[in-house]
T-cell receptor
Framework: DADVTQTPRNRITKTGKRIMLECSQT?????MYWYRQDPGLGLRLIYY???????NKGEISDGYSVSRQAQAKFSLSLESAIPNQTALYFC??????????????FGPGTRLTVL | GQNIDQPTEMTATEGAIVQINCTYQ??????LFWYQQHAGEAPTFLSY????GLEEKGRFSSFLSRSKGYSYLLLKELQMKDSASYLC???????????FGSGTRLQVQP
């Protein structure tokens, strides 16, 4: 089973709809991240969380919100989707301790299309 | 903030060696990561350099010079499956977040 999972894997929605993307992990990591990826722009950080009570805005948080329901779950919401939020969205996790400290491990991605 | 630069595309021949460069300009720095990403898939971790010098891992090596704000990823004995995008990412001083470059798309030709 995958360590970092994302649901849904693909979603097509209409402008103005509320959308939630979910991320779950079994790695036991405290830190979780949401990124979007657009062609030619690389990965850009939307929000990140270091524990359930610690949520931080990233580079491009406008139009997005997040919820850290538990150590293992981190959800990204688009309150009112718009076409320029069409992108590939990745969740990632990392830890501060151990051999792989600071290394981020990515989920398989969610391809979101807003019409 | 951080600014990361890497070439957009590179082409190389199967069996050859290729070097992908990355330069960074940061207000704080705590290490440099390289990830591989095949089209439509998740990025996967390749290497992490926090000290100056060369780290070797099989066919892949990564180099860092903190004084020059420069890193490179060296891929030896190229295989067709190495065709992918290679992402350079800098970790900030507080170890809070990564800033990614736009990625270098490598095409390996027979």
């Amino acid at each position: 089973d995958a360590d970092v999972t994302q649901t849904p894997r693909n979603r097509i929605t209409k402008t103005g709809k509320r959308i939630m993307l979910e991320c779950s992990q079994t790695k036991g990591h405290d830190r979780m991240y949401w990124y979007r990826q657009d062609p030619g722009l690389g990965l850009r950080l939307i929000y990140y969380s270091f524990d359930v009570k610690d949520i931080n805005k990233g580079e491009i948080s406008d139009g997005y919100s997040v919820s850290r329901q538990a150590q293992a779950k981190f959800s990204l919401s688009l309150e009112s989707a718009i076409p320029n939020q069409t992108a590939l969205y990745f969740c990632a996790t990392s830890d501060l301790l151990g051999e792989s400290t600071d290394t981020q491990y990515f989920g398989p991605g969610t391809r979101l299309t807003v019409l | 903030g951080q600014n990361i630069d890497q070439p957009t595309e590179m082409t190389a021949t199967e069996g050859a060696i290729v070097q992908i460069n990355c330069t960074y300009q940061t207000s704080g720095f705590n290490g440099l990561f390289w990830y591989q990403q095949h089209a439509g898939e998740a990025p996967t971790f390749l290497s992490y350099n926090v000290l100056d010098g060369l780290e070797e891992k099989g066919r892949f090596s990564s180099f860092l010079s903190r004084s020059k704000g420069y890193s490179y990823l060296l891929l030896k004995e190229l295989q067709m499956k190495d065709s992918a995008s290679y992402l350079c990412a800098a970790l900030d001083t507080g170890r809070r977040a990564l800033t990614f470059g736009s990625g270098t798309r490598l095409q390996v030709q027979p």
